[in-house]
């Protein structure tokens, strides 16, 4: 063989690794934006998350903890006997026509799940604090087929129920997972 054809065997060759290793760069780096994008469009709303990063508390380590509702923050604290708060929930509280009551109670009954034909709405894993079912803590609204409210999902945070305290569906679903008959509810 020449020292010409070997020369030109090489480039040749050179130039085929190349443009394969672009090409899986290309399809690599497009895989990585396609996820990406994917991910972004799949990413799951605040409003069915937990409102804080860190694990919920574990109540058996904290047997007199209670929970104490902020209506001017619209917050739900987990706290323990001497005050201090393990856990933070954004919360929509009742409408100033119809408010959320103010005082103290204990947890009552609970349930995976109701809806009001009145008031048009619904919500999953409530827990009741007043009246066995009137005043409850709940998820965000759902519709009567069980769909949650999305327009209704983003009030959290301020006051937009019928006198509940509405959370997202994760700590909704903590305290009606974890927190025991009778523990106290603080409003104010």
Known sequence: MSAFYKEEFTVKRL?????????????????VVATTTANAKEKTPTWKQPSETK????????????????????RVYIRTSKHKTLYTMVCSTGKKSSPTPTGTYHIQNRGTH?????SKEGANYWTSFKYWGTYLFHSVPVNAHGKYIVSEAHKLGKRASHGCVR?????AHWIYSHVPAGMKVVIH
């Open 55 to 74: 694990a919920y508390p574990n109540l058996k380590k904290h047997k007199h903890a209670y929970i104490k509702v902020s209506i001017a923050k619209q």
């Open 167 to 171: 959370l997202s569906v994760a700590d």
């Open 15 to 31: 130039k085929l690794i190349l443009t394969t290793l672009l090409a899986v760069i290309s399809l690599v780096g497009g895989a």
């Open 114 to 118: 109701f809806y009001n034909a009145g």
